[in-house]
């Protein structure tokens, strides 16, 4: 059965406790990437001699932009979910609900990476998957083109964050690089199909907002 039939036959009840346990799934790292890492399997001792290790000052910088990323996909994750639960028409809450299970992958992606880079996510992770679930819910009560409006935006910053990431991450840095492009790659598509299934441009001051809210989380993620 797919989710979205389960989210037509389950009561509210139901789908408020579905989500408190995909919420404690995804806070713990118990999630699985449908798709394989674009930075390949890890390289084990003695494996990728050639390939230049980070300094310590190199590898600290890495682990902090991305845990910076992993708390975006914390966020996008919980938003995406947090809009399909109250979202009405099927066709739209299946768009959220495949955004969120690439999301997924990409949690999975920085998850491994951050233990590569003998790093850790966010301790601040629970409180930004609440405020994000509930952000989400308020977009999905206004109408099907502003929750799709709201999510185009949200990709069009993450996209312009991302491409910084590619130019601060270090050179030599060819695993964290890989996972990045490719989620760049998969938030674009996001936003365009948001645009492309009906979704309006938010107002300027609803779009300063998110900026000044992402540049809040960034800033605190890239140390917490």
């Not at 990728?48 to 991305?66: F, I, T």
Request: a neutral charge; proline letters at 5%.
């Amino acid at each position: 059965m797919s989710e979205t039939m389960s989210f037509r036959r389950a009561s509210l009840l139901d789908r408020v406790l579905s989500e408190a346990d995909r919420a404690v799934r995804v806070l713990t790292g118990s999630v699985s990437a449908r798709r394989p890492n674009p930075a390949g399997r890890a390289p084990v001792a003695g494996e990728n001699a050639e390939a230049p290790e980070l300094s310590p000052a190199e590898r600290r910088h890495a682990a902090g932009l991305m845990r910076v990323n992993h708390v975006g996909e914390i966020c996008a994750q919980a938003l995406y979910r947090g809009q399909a639960l109250v979202c009405d028409r099927p066709a739209t809450r299946q768009l959220f609900l495949d955004a969120a299970a690439e999301e997924t992958d990409h949690l999975a992606w920085l998850d491994d990476r951050l233990r590569e880079l003998r790093s850790r996510p966010s301790f601040l992770n629970p409180f930004w998957y609440a405020g994000a679930f509930g952000l989400g819910v308020l977009a999905g009560r206004a109408g099907d083109a502003w929750n799709l409006g709201f999510m185009a935006e949200t990709e069009r910053q993450v996209e312009r964050h991302l491409d910084g990431h590619l130019g601060a991450l270090p050179a030599n840095d060819a695993r964290s690089r890989a996972i990045v492009e490719q989620m760049s790659a998969d938030e674009r598509q996001h936003r365009v199909t948001a645009e492309q299934y009906g979704g309006v441009s938010l107002p300027a001051p609803v779009r300063a907002a998110m900026r000044c809210g992402s540049k809040v989380m960034t800033s605190t993620a890239y140390y917490v």
